[in-house]
């Protein structure tokens, strides 16, 4: 239950101060006390702190009702009603000056009288919020080293708010024209607020500007951040603030990434010099190393049709071992230079069949080794969406290395298979062949790791590091399982295309 409304009277007139207790006691209120003067009265409010005042204009002592109400105003801040038979002009002037918050005259009737009270009770308690949202923002703003802007556009002058030293040695005094103020701006800040007086944003609208104070000898240059709004008046009202530290941070950002494009344009300068030397020596490599090697093949060849029966058993055998190392050479050259060359050939995504061009490459392995019959099993429409040129040398490579290593068993079969892996779609080629030991898994994709001996099965080593290479620049990653003398998987995902 809420606390009942004290009221101090002051009347000089006992018997009109006793009925008008009587009265409010009846209405509900608590009479604090009756006070026939000044000194009277303001004992009691320092003794019991009233909600209200109900102040006769005539009172016993020096002081008259109106300035004991100005000092209980100015020293509590209380709501002052006046009941008196006072209403010529001149002293409801003297009245006004003290913020009273009702003038009653004498006689009124108990409506009157109630009325008036709650009025200004509620008056009060809205003024008092109204204070502390105030005092609140006040000490926002100076925690904040904020302080408040106002434009009266028709009086051209801009009030500010300074209690923290905000704009010292910027803007003299908190009030100033308006013309003053943009001369305190860096011409380009002083465009934009010039703007915004003469063309006010739409109300309640809000507005950022970011203007430089203009430059003062000897003074370090200062950057200032007013978030403004326009009232129904036309005014303008907001906050303006010291973004120094900001802007001399977003210039030092500024300053650093104009300083990292150049590097990186140097260094994309200096990379694409060296790719371009990079393809020259392949491309020398290419010539200068296969041109040998051929002649030692083709003279080897020569040596073996010509001077044969010569050479005996064993000079024949070596000068095939001599061809067959500089084929191996050759290949090794050649799979040397398709992966260099990966990352420079253009990639052009599209739908591909994988089953269809699977089947098309194992048509060519059984054209090529004709004496070895290996069963293929293909998932059919396994569509992807990639480059089809760099999506057949993946799963070309893949289906020679099961055609490879599965060479051995009696029934060779090798699989295309689609499988869900961590949510995520792999496409496998499984061969029932040698296999490998699991935990050699993620050495398969080195260059020139072979698992496998060489004199047993050929290859350059650089197969699966392509087709790996492949993958990635699609966004995908591979995948590969086995177990000795029980086969391999071996697969990729491809990210889909942004």
């Known amino acids: 239950m809420s606390a009942l409304k004290k009221i101090l009277i002051v009347e000089d007139e006992g018997i009109v101060a006793f009925n008008l207790q009587q009265r409010l006691k009846q209405m509900g ?6 006070a026939e003067s000044g000194s009277e009265g303001l004992a009691l409010v320092e003794q019991h702190r009233p909600d209200l005042v109900l102040m006769d204009i005539h009172i016993k002592g020096e002081l008259d009702g109106i300035g004991l109400a100005d000092i ?3 020293a509590h801040a209380l709501p002052i009603i006046y009941l008196t038979a006072y209403s010529e002009d001149t002293t409801l002037a003297r009245a006004r000056q003290t913020r009273p918050y009702g003038y009653l005259i004498k006689p009124f009737s108990e409506r009157e009288l109630h009325a008036t009270i709650q009025m200004a009770l509620e008056r009060h308690e809205v003024q008092v919020q109204l204070t502390h949202s105030q005092q609140m923002l006040q000490l926002a703003l100076q925690a904040a080293h904020m302080s408040h802007l106002m434009v009266d556009r028709q009086a051209r002058q801009v009030s500010l708010s300074d209690d923290a030293g905000l704009l010292a040695g910027i803007i003299e005094g908190p009030v100033i024209s308006s013309d003053s103020f943009l001369a305190c701006f860096a011409e380009g800040g002083a465009s934009q607020l010039k703007a915004l007086l003469d063309f006010p944003p739409r109300a309640g609208a809000p507005l950022r500007v970011v203007a430089q104070a203009a430059d003062r000898a000897g003074a370090p240059a200062r950057w200032f951040q007013m978030d403004v709004a326009s009232d129904e008046d036309g005014n303008i009202r907001g906050i303006i603030q010291d973004v120094t530290a900001q802007e001399k941070a977003r210039q ?4 650093i990434n104009e300083e990292l494009e150049q590097r990186v344009a140097e260094r994309t300068a200096d990379l694409r010099r060296q790719v371009k030397e990079i393809e020259a020596f392949s ?16 003279l080897s060849d020569v040596l073996v049709e010509d001077c044969g029966q010569n050479l005996g058993t064993d000079g024949a055998t070596m000068l095939g071992h001599i061809s067959d190392a500089a084929g191996q050479m050759g290949a090794l050259i050649d799979a040397l230079l398709k992966l260099s060359s990966l990352s420079r050939v253009p990639m052009h995504r599209q739908p591909v069949d994988l089953s269809r061009m699977a089947l098309d490459i194992a048509d060519q392995l059984a054209r ?3 004496d070895l019959h290996t069963r293929f099993s293909v998932v059919p429409s396994l569509m992807v969406d990639a480059d089809p040129a760099l999506i057949r040398s993946v799963l070309d490579n893949l289906l020679r290395n099961a055609w490879k290593f599965s060479s051995t068993t009696t029934e060779p079969t090798i699989d295309l298979r689609r499988d869900v892996r961590n949510g995520l779609v792999h496409y496998l ?13 993620e050495r398969l994709f080195e260059p020139f790791v072979r698992l496998h001996a060489s004199s047993t099965f050929a290859g350059t080593g650089l197969g699966l590091n392509i087709a ?3 993958v990635e620049r699609h966004g995908g990653s591979m995948c590969a399982d086995g177990r000795p003398g029980q086969g391999a998987c071996i697969g990729f995902h491809l990210a889909e295309p942004a």
């Open 252 to 255: 030092r950002m500024l300053h």
């Open 368 to 370: 090529e080794y004709p």
């Open 429 to 441: 080629v499984c061969d029932n062949g040698i296999g490998f030991d699991p935990g050699q898994a």
């Open 468 to 470: 790996q290479r492949i």
């Open 72 to 74: 209980m105003h100015r």
């Open 283 to 298: 491309y020398t490599a290419a010539h200068d190393l296969k041109s040998p090697l051929r002649a030692i093949a083709g």
């Open 29 to 34: 209120y608590d009479v604090i006390g009756l």
